[in-house]
T-cell receptor, first 114, second 115 residues
Framework: DGGITQSPKYLFRKEGQNVTLSCEQN?????MYWYRQDPGQGLRLIYY???????QKGDIAEGYSVSREKKESFPLTVTSAQKNPTAFYLC?????????????FGSGTRLTVV | AQKVTQAQTEISVVEKEDVTLDCVYE???????LFWYKQPPSGELVFLIR??????QNEISGRYSWNFQKSTSSFNFTITASQVVDSAVYFC????????????FGGGTRVLVKP
């Protein structure tokens, strides 16, 4: 079945460490997105990519980095510069300029700083 | 800029009651899309409905119904005869060309259905 796979489901990070969250899709979607969700709040866009080897900052990109070397993959690195990284991270994808079903979302990664 | 406001942060009802979730949006686009997503405790967002700005017909799908009113920039969602399985966080979202077709989410409304 087609879908988005995020891993790991839970991740613990020590202060000062970089960590990378994985997002893989087999939907042949052009565009991929990373959102952050804090408790009791909505989703905020971190980074997005509409084509391989190209990506743009979203609303809260500081302290994060991404790459898009393959169409299927859009990993997110949470760097030590991100002062408050504890949150739930959701990856999404969609066929560029096709909004029949909006975005398809992964099941998320819950990151905790210890 | 586009914005979505869900004024209700949490709604608690008893099973079989109806519940209406409000969504108000702002956009400069003439062509835009509105969405509702459900987020169960597992965390994944589940697509419920898409509505484009030219289609103001209300829609019903089983116990779910949506009321789109362009004049008031609202896209409200009603669950009829609620069930415990409806307990989740519900997000309204907006997409339009001015924002590069990116989705902007409201803050979400947590619905708790008690047996």
């Amino acid at each position: 079945d087609g879908g988005i796979t995020q891993s790991p489901k839970y991740l613990f990070r020590k202060e000062g460490q970089n960590v990378t969250l994985s997002c893989e899709q087999n939907l042949n979607h052009d565009a991929m997105y990373w959102y952050r969700q804090d408790p009791g709040q909505g989703l905020r866009l971190i980074y997005y990519s509409q084509i391989v080897n190209d990506f743009q900052k979203g609303d809260i990109a500081e302290g994060y980095s991404v790459s898009r070397e393959k169409k299927e993959s859009f990993p997110l690195t949470v760097t030590s510069a991100q002062k408050n990284p504890t949150a739930f991270y959701l990856c999404a994808s969609n066929q560029k300029r096709t909004f029949t079903y909006g975005y398809t979302f992964g099941s998320g990664t819950r990151l905790t700083v210890v | 800029a586009q914005k979505v406001t869900q004024a209700q942060t949490e709604i608690s009802v008893v099973e079989k009651e109806d519940v209406t979730l409000d969504c108000v949006y702002e956009t400069r686009d003439t062509t835009y899309y509105l969405f509702w997503y459900k987020q169960p405790p597992s965390g994944e967002l589940v697509f419920l409905i898409r509505r484009n700005s030219f289609d103001e017909q209300n829609e019903i799908s089983g116990r779910y119904s949506w009321n789109f009113q362009k004049s008031t920039s609202s896209f409200n969602f009603t669950i009829t005869a609620s069930q415990v399985v409806d307990s989740a966080v519900y997000f309204c979202a907006l997409s339009g060309e001015a924002a590069g077709n990116k989705l902007t989410f409201g803050g979400g409304t947590r619905v708790l259905v008690k047996p």
